[in-house]
């Protein structure tokens, strides 16, 4: 038996990257806080880190330790709520930054969360099913004591899925002795799961950008969209573009880029995905091999729907795009931002273009308390609903300062955020 020794990635990138640019934010909505200001301290803090050692046993009977955390950024609105991602290049500050985002985001579109995340540093990729079925499982023990119904519900997010929700759900129920199918959202149907939670994100993704193509005069029908990441978000939202009229012209994944002017097949492609795990080697369209080339793709819409950090200064000036929609968390660089903002660039922020998901995740945590499940049409309505006055609020307020919508975003969300915790009390 060998068991595989790694300095813990905490002590070597606590403090940089993503959680550098969530705090950067932050300094910059702060003089818009008024009296509020003074609490902003909390919302550099997160609440609650917990980093724990996730041994399993390998199939051929060898020992892995993999790194996971669960870090509450803020309970402030309520219990916490955000994904857990399983990646090779999950860090600790990572994930601080994403539950900071969660906070932000769970505030911006007026849900009744405080903000979470969680990740094990692995790739999946490498697992076979039951080596992650244990992982799952072990994971979900070690942090068992953190989350619950009422303290912070876990959700899908890179590289986890329905199944992995129904692992920890149960793991979850075992540990308390009883089923508590409100531990986890994005569940399996049969679980408690709720139905639209899966097109969730990538639907919110496609109803914000048709709020802002109305903004900028941009017709759906006929409009260039390029999609980076083909997964629930990139996916989803490229079928519904698709769908309206607009020519899918680009998808990238981590493996290769595709590209056709006029408009890919995205049901053939989805297909393709679903046989072979890669836009790669798809016929219907053509494949280019450097991928830097992406960025600059003739297109009016963008979605960055991969991961944080992929609009630079290296790549921001070739930007063509008159809208970018975040369906990534973090894609654009503070930096990259400034330049997509001279540029005139319309950048429908991460907390607002993808919140569709944690939408829904809300109305499942709420079916599943009521045990009364509602229509696929009920809950389209409903988060269309919430998403369109979300975007409008933010869009109004960006107006009256003369900020971006990213600002204003924060602006709404802090001020929520920091009411609460002020009516409450509690003090650093
Ligand atoms: N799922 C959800 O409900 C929500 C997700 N998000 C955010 O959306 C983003 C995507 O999440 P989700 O769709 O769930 O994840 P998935 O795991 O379903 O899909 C991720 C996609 O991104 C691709 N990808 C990964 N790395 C790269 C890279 N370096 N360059 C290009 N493509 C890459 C993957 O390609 P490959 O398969 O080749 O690895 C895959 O197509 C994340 O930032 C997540 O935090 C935000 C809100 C909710
Ligand atoms: O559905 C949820 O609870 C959270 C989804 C998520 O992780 C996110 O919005 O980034």
């Known amino acids: 038996m060998t068991i595989k020794h790694e300095v813990p990635s905490y002590l070597t990138q606590h403090g940089i990257g993503p959680w550098g640019d969530y705090l950067e934010q932050i300094d910059r909505v702060t003089p818009y806080l008024g009296n509020l200001a003074r609490w902003v301290e909390t919302m550099k803090r997160p609440k609650r880190i917990l980093v724990v050692d996730v041994p ?13 955390y669960r870090v509450q950024h803020n309970t402030s609105r309520g219990p916490g709520k955000g994904g857990v991602r399983f990646h090779q290049d999950v860090t600790l500050s990572e994930v601080m930054a994403l539950s900071a985002w969660m906070t932000v985001k769970n505030a911006a579109v007026n849900v009744p969360y405080g903000g979470a995340k969680g ?5 999946p990729k490498t697992l076979s099913q039951g080596e ?23 959700a899908p997010d890179v590289n986890t899925n329905e199944q992995i929700m129904a692992w920890m759900m149960d793991t979850y129920s075992m540990n308390q002795g009883s089923t508590a199918s409100g531990v986890v959202t994005g569940k399996p149907i049969s ?23 109305a903004k900028r005069g941009l017709n759906i029908h006929g409009a260039k969209v390029a999609v980076q990441g083909f997964g629930n978000v990139g996916g989803i939202a490229a079928r519904l573009f698709s769908e309206a009229g607009a020519k899918v012209v680009a998808v990238q994944d981590h493996i290769s880029t595709v590209v056709r002017s006029s408009g890919l097949d995205v049901a053939a492609l989805q297909a393709h995905v679903n046989e072979t795990g890669s836009v790669a080697g798809f016929k219907g369209g053509e494949e280019i091999s450097d991928r830097a080339q992406f960025w600059a793709v003739d297109c009016d819409i963008l979605v960055p729907a991969a991961l944080e950090q992929q609009i630079t200064v290296e790549n921001a000036s070739s ?26 660039v319309l950048v429908v922020p991460d907390v607002i273009a993808n919140a569709g998901g944690v939408t829904v995740s809300y109305f499942e945590w709420v079916q ?3 045990s009364f499940f509602w229509t696929e049409d009920e809950i389209n309505l409903r988060l269309t609903r919430i998403m369109r006055e979300a975007f409008t609020a933010v869009w109004q307020l960006a107006e009256e300062k003369k900020v971006s919508l990213r600002t204003a ?7 929520r955020v920091l009411q609460a915790r002020e009516m409450r009390g509690l003090y650093p």
Request: glycine share 12%; charged share 25%.
């Open 132 to 154: 992650l079925q244990r992982m799952t499982r072990r994971y979900t023990s070690e942090i068992n004591i953190i989350i619950g119904p009422n303290k912070d519900i876990p």
């Open 409 to 415: 975003a924060f602006i709404v969300a802090c001020t």
């Open 319 to 344: 930007i063509r795009a008159k809208i970018i929609l975040e369906g990534a968390n973090g894609p654009t660089s503070p930096a990259a931002d400034d330049i997509l903002h001279e540029k005139g």
């Open 56 to 68: 399993i046993e390998r199939d051929d009977g060898t020992i892995a330790h993999f790194e996971g």
């Open 191 to 213: 679980l408690g799961g709720s139905l639209g939670r899966r097109e969730a994100t990538g639907r919110g993704v496609f109803v914000v950008g048709c709020e802002a193509a």
């Open 368 to 370: 599943d308390f009521s």
């Open 119 to 123: 990740g094990i540093r692995v790739d």
